[in-house]
């Protein structure tokens, strides 16, 4: 996978006793970075993650799941 061009960092604009959910969210992003995740910025919404998930999961398992399987294993996840 090509690294990503994107980094972020908290910003400092707001008094230390308020923390603003930008910041939270930035600085979570900022430390998944640190532990080598890759931003992706394609992926926005859960339909967008479920297809990048099957993709994956298909390439490592070598498998190719038809829609009904595929819904039937992420029920099965779901209930775990």
Known sequence: ??????TYAQTS????????EEQV???FIGKLQGLKYEYRP?????AALERNFREKFE????VKLS????AAAGQAFARA
């Open 1 to 6: 996978m090509p690294s990503s061009k994107f």
């Open 67 to 70: 829609d009904g399987e595929f």
């Open 25 to 27: 969210e930035y600085g």
């Open 59 to 62: 390439a490592l398992n070598r």
């Open 42 to 46: 394609d992926i926005r919404d859960r």
């Open 13 to 20: 604009d707001t008094p230390s006793h308020t923390i603003r």
